[in-house]
């Protein structure tokens, strides 16, 4: 997530004032009267509230619009690319704007319909504090914006797209003159993979530092757009909730904090991370939606048993209303998940990304909800099961076939992209690795496995199983063993309607397809392959890889 130098742009520092102008509204609150930094401050110049930290960071915010039009940082303005402001969404239009300090916080809340939105700034402090509270359907609010100016950051990043005019899908899908592709939907990153997104170069760090998506959706393992970079400047996001391959409704409620932070180059001080930030200095600024620590719980685990440690294990808590995460510890698998809104929440546990559990539990504010020690039955787990032979494993995700690190940041078409099409053969030790991570109906349906059976096994019906990690277009797999055997068309799972194996992610409902093969379909010369094709059927999708498909996660044959 860093750069290099690119061509510093500067401007004149702005400088705010350090007194409210008259008819201020001033906060009553724990922080009143508190010392405050020299130059903190506020004033109102006609068309803006423009708020001074008293460290390097002035902002403005717009009286009529809440839209941050101005971001200046040790005399450099970083605000805006493209003619256009900072914001929610692409900008909420006409907005009540209001401001109020109280000691060493300044607030400014805009008000949109039935949407608040929310900029707070502390004495001292390089960061912007931002809260969103969407309480329902009626104003279009998933993202925050933050613009940045061309010529500040190098434009060379994973997702630098828009310099090239190759577009090769919709118009958010691009390719360079040497093959590789470019996506700002192309993160990479699991959402419980990261804390923070952003760029430094120069000596300077901007970045935006996630809240802790308790009113997301999507869960741990979401992949959205973080950041993009074009010919005109950057732009980087907090997804508030986002409907690309997505496995959940919306969630309402108030986003936040996430943080616009300037730092002298390194990283975000960790004190702002998600689930570490605590902000008590905001209990009493009457956020809308905002729930302080004192009304909220915790649930802890003394550990997971029946857990396989050669992978990690995650433990989610999800309801209508609020989702949370945490990882289990290696040793024992014990968890912790703090700050959680009370209420009664389905706990899941993941093997990889593969629910393997799950239980309810209830949470209570005030108080830790202690779970004593969860075990994984062996028949959730289905690489407990005795195969004659496993191409991939059961972790809920492609993980280990071919091309599926590449896919999480690249499109299929990529120049570095192994060839989607080639056969495997059980016993070659490239099983996996060369088993295409995606499988389409127009690119590469009627894959072979090859495989032997000794004479008891070949005797025997067998349970064909193939899972699958989403899919698009109602893309399955049907299979045919030996040209003899086919079976039926099995029924489509719930997945996301919308793309998801071309933008970068490999993420929806997991989902285990068995097919009952009959002792008639095998071969009983043991000297024989066997054959099994698999193809992708539906009626729907277009052509290549937006045509019917699917994405696998362990394909095996039941002893």
């Known amino acids: 997530m860093s750069g290099s130098p690119a061509g510093a742009v500067t401007r004149r520092a702005l400088v705010a004032g350090t007194a409210a102008v008259a008819g201020s509204a001033v906060l009553a609150g724990p922080l009143a009267g508190a010392a405050v930094a020299a130059g903190f401050g506020w004033r109102d110049d006609g068309a803006n509230y423009v708020v001074d930290t ?78 969103t509270d969407k309480a329902d359907s009626s104003v279009s609010a998933t993202r925050f914006i933050l613009r940045v100016r061309a010529g500040l950051f190098l434009n060379d990043q994973p997702d630098s797209y828009t310099y090239t005019t190759g577009t090769i899908e919709a118009s958010d899908v691009f390719a360079k003159a040497d093959g590789q592709t470019r996506s700002k939907h192309c993160s990479k990153v699991r959402v419980a993979d990261y804390d923070y ?78 689930g570490t930030l605590t902000t008590p200095w905001a209990d009493s600024l009457g956020i809308a939606g905002y729930v302080p620590d004192s009304g909220r719980g915790r649930v802890a685990g003394v550990g997971i048993a029946g857990r396989d440690t050669a992978y990690p294990y995650t433990v989610g808590l999800a309801n209508s209303s609020a989702q949370y995460w945490a990882p289990a510890r290696a040793s024992d698998g014990y968890f912790s998940v703090p700050r959680v809104l009370p209420g009664t929440y389905t706990l899941t546990i993941y093997k990889g990304e593969l629910a393997v559990h799950s239980t309810q539990v209830t949470v209570t504010a005030g108080t830790t909800t202690t779970l004593n020690t969860l075990t994984v039955p062996a028949s959730n787990d289905p690489s407990r099961a005795s195969a004659i032979w496993r191409i991939g494993d059961w972790d809920g995700t492609p993980n280990g076939f071919k091309n599926a690190e590449l896919m999480t940041y690249a499109h299929p078409s990529d120049v570095r992209a192994a060839p989607w ?18 499988l389409w109906k127009g690119v590469n349906s009627g894959l072979l496995v090859y495989f032997r059976l000794t004479a008891a096994q070949a005797a025997a019906a067998h349970t064909l199983r193939i899972g699958v990690t989403t899919a698009y277009a109602n893309g399955r797999p049907r299979v045919t063993v030996n040209d003899t055997w086919t079976s039926a068309i099995p029924s489509p799972p719930a997945q996301p309607a919308t793309r998801s194996l071309t933008v970068g992610s490999y993420r929806g409902n997991n989902h285990t397809f068995t097919y009952s093969v009959p002792a008639a379909a095998w071969r009983t010369d043991t000297g024989q392959y066997n054959v099994l094709r698999i193809d992708v059927v539906s009626g729907s999708g277009t052509t290549g890889y937006l045509s019917a498909g699917t994405a696998v996660d362990a394909i095996d044959l039941l002893a």
Do not use: M
């Not at 000691?103 to 004495?123: C, E, F, M, Q, W």
């Not at 980087?236 to 936040?256: K, P, V």
């Open 421 to 438: 099409t080639g056969n495997v053969v059980i016993g070659s030790g490239t099983e996996t690795s060369g088993f295409p991570c995606y």
């Open 54 to 131: 008293g460290a390097a960071l002035v902002f403005k915010v717009s009286k009529s619009t809440g839209d941050l039009t101005s971001l200046v940082y040790k005399g450099t303005e970083y605000q805006g690319y493209g003619g256009k402001n900072s914001h929610i969404e692409s900008g909420l239009g006409s907005s009540a704007v209001t401001l109020a300090q109280s000691g060493s916080t300044i607030l400014i809340s805009v008000t949109h319909g039935t949407l608040r939105h929310y900029y707070a700034a502390r004495s001292g402090e390089n960061h912007v504090y931002l809260w």
């Open 197 to 274: 997104t952003g760029w430094s170069a120069g000596g300077v760090g901007l970045w935006i530092v996630r809240g802790n998506h308790e009113k997301a959706s999507g869960g741990p393992f979401y992949r959205s757009l973080l950041r993009h970079q074009s010919a005109d400047g950057g732009g980087l996001y907090e997804i508030l909730y986002y409907g690309e391959n997505q496995t959940e409704a919306e969630r309402y409620g108030l986003q936040g904090p996430y943080v616009i932070a300037f730092t002298d180059g390194g990283a975000p001080p960790a004190a702002l991370y998600p």
